[in-house]
């Protein structure tokens, strides 16, 4: 071990005693999980270019790849500090790895900044894109040789695997930027916050290993969204517990905290300093951004370049090879297939000997293991006492420690919303409590039930009391009607919400539901199989037929979100595909509507103009578009409801 790493050693030891602190060797660092120091999983630790085994290796899913997974066990806590690949389907992401690291190669020597991070480092210019740098860095920093290696959708997992394997090899920077952490955020539910907080950690302490003299720059996470929503709640909380880890106790790390500056005294996003999505930023905010870093680079770097342009590789020294082939379910959306079908998901659910409840596929469910309370409203003490539980505690598997995201979507689950005012209990089950209560009141006079996620919660009339919207009242009225809806839901929500009384003692003449748009992240991040997906809508439309036997069901199939070429956008037209296979509309009560070409432009691009935020939420020429396609269908439907009366 030279000398330097013995004063790393030493230093990383005294200063941070957490067991996530890697220890420098000669090959690299020692990460927390011991089988992946020892080869149990990652065949090839460090270098570039891959071996057959490695590339193999990495083009299986990410899920399949975490740690744990090796042993049929289930570690979260220990995802965001384990290297792991990222994954995008096929080769992309490996494509993508390479052509940066073919960007290095060619830049090797003395640079100025090294920028490491995801898509919010990728968009101050990158190769990736036009190879340009922004706006705000060309005025703030134009003089300085700068390396950027960002990628979108990147986690702090990611971040250490690029880095290990030729993402920053022969590179000698002054100074390196780090900001990573956003994306972890979707998975804290099942990791928590402090190990979120540990891998941007511990992808520090790899950069001051490869890069002992350079000053190393922290940028904590950038709030995102808004105050109550998980998302920002948890990057608060990172941002918390990584202040607890005092990474600038090391001399060469300094921590930048822009919290304030991208944010209001109440909490609240400065909205021009940000794209429509809430997370990225605009040239407005990256020159906020460049503000703040430009004391520091200029204190490090005392005004002087190492001098020399960036040189961008040609397209063909930086391609991987064999080319990019699609994954067998891309492959199989793409194509409109859908995931095959078994015949059991084929046949109709079996119903619980007294005829009041469905059977679901897990059995330990079924036997009261997890829930405590598998029918009935209101909950009892055990019930709420369960309910009050974080989501991910009370997933199927987490029981005995296994990871089961097959049965994820068909087992009945309580959604957990953390109260405003910070304390215990689960909001989400007030909301569904006022639903109850909406119905109880209305009782007889529904003719209409709207049951969803957030963008059926967007025609108005549900628990958060704001009016039908102008597209609902101009085709339907405010009267009549009743919002169930619930904004985040998935599917195993709906049929936990279905079990406990959300539609007890009442007929409505027609019930429209449209889930699993929330369902499709986790079909990619996650491995749940999109055929599950579907067969939950399956059990939600056969839970609805049991209690409403006299009630027409519209199912509208999930509209087009995200890029519905790709990643979570192509796990929609997966689900929708697969949904298609099931035939639901055999049954004559059940109608199914599919919305996709009036969302979709002839490229399949969505047509943004009728979505709020450009991806998934409506604005009110989509509902428009929405209500004018629906009206007819309820229409009649509500018509015939009337006459059976």
Known sequence: ??????????????????????????????????????????????????????????????????????????????????????????????????????????????????????????????????????????????????????????????????????????????????????????????????????????????????????????????????????????????NAALDLLKLDSDPKVHVLDLTDDFANADGTLKKELFTPDNIHLSLAGYGVHAERLKPLLDRFLDGRSVGGEVVLPSKANSASAPAKSPSPLVAASSANEG???????????????????????????????????????????????????????????????????????????????????????????????????????????????????????GWGGGWDGSPFNAAWKKHFGDEGTVNLS??????????????????????PKVIVLMIGVNNAPLVFANGAPAATAAHGIKLCIENLRMRCPQSQIVLVKILPAFDPSKEVGAKVREINATLDGLTLDRDPQIHVLDLWSEFTNADGTLKTAFYSDGHLHLGPAGYEVFASQLQPVLEKLVDRGRQGD
């Not at 109709?348 to 029918?375: C, F, H, I, M, W």
């Not at 990871?403 to 989400?428: C, I, L, Q, S, Y």
């Open 339 to 457: 995931t095959p079908l078994t015949e059991a998901l084929l046949e109709p659910s079996p119903k619980t000997a007294d005829g009041k409840g469905l059977v679901y596929p897990y059995a330990p469910y079924n036997e009261g293991r997890l829930d405590p309370q598998l029918t009935g409203w209101p909950l009892t003490d055990a019930e709420r006492a369960w309910v009050n539980q974080g989501e991910y505690f009370r997933k199927p598997g987490h029981e005995v420690q296994k990871h089961r995201p097959d049965m994820w979507f068909v087992t009945p689950t309580a959604a957990h919303w953390k109260p405003k005012d910070g304390g215990e209990g689960n909001a989400w089950i007030g909301h569904h409590a006022t639903n109850i209560e909406q119905v109880k009141a209305a009782g007889a006079t529904i003719e209409i039930a709207l049951l969803g996620d957030s963008i059926t919660q």
């Open 1 to 238: 071990m030279t000398t330097m790493r013995k004063i790393l050693t030493a230093f990383f030891l005294a200063a941070f005693p957490l067991a996530v602190w890697p220890a420098p060797t000669a090959r690299g660092l020692e990460y927390a999980y011991a089988p992946y120091n020892e080869g149990q999983m990652d065949p090839q630790l460090t270098g570039w270019p891959l071996t057959d085994a490695e590339r193999a290796y990495i083009l299986k899913p990410e899920y399949e790849r975490r740690p744990g997974r090796e042993a049929a066990q289930h570690k979260p806590a220990l995802w965001p500090v384990t290297p792991s690949a990222g994954h995008w389907g096929g080769t992309s992401w490996l494509d993508t790895h390479t052509k940066l690291a073919a960007y290095v190669r060619a830049n090797q020597g003395p640079v100025d900044v090294l920028l490491v991070g995801d898509s919010i480092t990728q968009q101050w210019g990158s190769p990736l894109d036009k190879g340009v740098l922004n706006e705000a860095w060309k005025n703030h920093f134009r003089g300085y040789k700068t390396i950027n290696i960002g990628i979108g959708g990147d986690k702090t997992q990611n971040v250490l695997w690029r880095l290990d394997h030729g993402g920053v090899e022969g590179l000698e920077p002054r100074v390196v930027v780090v900001m990573i952490g956003n994306n972890n955020m979707f998975f804290t539910p099942e990791t928590g916050i402090e190990p979120a907080a540990q891998g941007i950690q511990v992808c520090v302490a790899n950069v001051r290993d490869k890069f002992p003299q350079a000053e190393v720059i922290v940028a904590k996470i950038l709030p995102a969204h808004a105050p109550g929503n998980r998302f920002y709640d948890d990057i608060k909380k990172t």
């Open 486 to 507: 619930i904004g985040g839901d998935r599917v195993e929500n709906i049929l936990w919400r279905l079990d406990h009384g959300a539609l007890d003692g009442v007929s």
